[in-house]
């Protein structure tokens, strides 16, 4: 069975409108427009989405300082996964499941920035704690671009008790992580407690092409990927493209599906058309 996860919440906020500034990103529209993310989160829910991602993925003490959101972050957590959960739950048949992102302190695309390990132990774990206590049913650790942080996000996540997703990025020009590398991450993120392993925010013909490293990898975590349709070359590709790639990731054993930059509802929609729920539903390795 594929466990759907639902699309991007930032560039979506820009395809209508929102404001998404560097850094705050998503937290902005959660402080001005939340009535906005819950809108967006109903329509993935209505596209069939089974996982609901809330928008923290800029909801870290670090992003915000220096703007005037600055000492908000736990409020615009809360927040997040409160608008996730309501938006979600208009689909009255299922409880919603919801996702806490976790996303890298600094730039996705700049591993060069990736802060010491003492700063990612405690930043991580603080927020990780903050979406425990905000209700999240699991914590998604999203687009790392290092194996240093990959690791100590996951192990911040675990700590938790909810069960943890991580992914990696292979980033903007296709090299952060080598097939070797992403075996060897997938190990690591299942050492440090993940029990599902995905690719993201890389292009979903790019994924295609790595992803039996993930089915090869010796941990069998269950595994995914969510694709990015901005990067350049990618960004005119039908939604039928999409769910053909998808196809072929499903091919080689993947079963959590779903999408990052640029994808839409409609390309949630097209993904459950191909993959229908097979009731009873269940989404995925999330229970305690």
């Known amino acids: 069975m594929i466990t759907l996860i639902d699309g ?40 069939g989405a089974d996982i609901h991602t809330a928008a923290t993925f800029r909801a870290h003490e670090r992003s915000l300082a220096g703007t005037d959101l600055v000492g908000r972050w ?4 809360t927040r997040a996964v409160d608008l996730a959960r309501l938006g979600a739950s208009t689909d009255s048949a299922r409880a919603p499941c919801v996702a806490g992102a976790i996303a890298p302190l600094m730039d996705c695309y700049r591993p060069d920035l990736t802060p010491d390990d003492a700063a990612l132990a405690r930043e991580h774990a603080q927020l990780a704690v903050a979406l425990d206590e905000a209700g999240c049913d699991l914590l998604l650790v ?52 993940a029990s599902a392993f995905l690719l993201n925010c890389t292009p979903a013909d790019i994924i295609t092409q790595h992803i039996d490293a993930l089915a090869d990898a010796a941990s069998a975590l269950p595994f995914g990927a969510y694709a990015n349709a901005i990067f350049a070359g990618h960004t005119d590709w039908p939604v039928a493209r999409y769910v053909d790639e998808a196809s072929q990731w499903v091919a080689r054993g993947a079963t959590l599906i779903g999408g990052c930059c640029g994808t839409s509802p409609l390309h949630m929609r097209a993904l459950r058309a191909a993959w229908p729920r097979t009731p009873p539903h269940a989404p995925g390795p999330t229970s305690r």
Do not use: N
């Open 8 to 47: 991007p919440m930032g560039s979506e906020l820009e395809a209508r409108g929102g404001r998404c500034p560097a850094p705050e990103w998503t937290s902005r529209p959660l402080a001005e427009r939340p009535e906005l993310v819950r809108a967006i989160h109903a329509d993935y829910a209505a596209a």
């Open 74 to 77: 736990h409020e615009l957590a």
């Open 142 to 193: 999203e687009t790392m671009p290092t194996l240093r942080e990959l690791v100590a996000a996951t192990a911040a996540a675990a700590a938790t008790g909810l069960p943890v997703w991580s992914a990696i990025t292979l980033g903007p020009t296709l090299d952060f992580f080598s097939r070797a590398e992403i075996i060897e991450a997938q190990r690591r993120a299942a050492d440090a407690g």
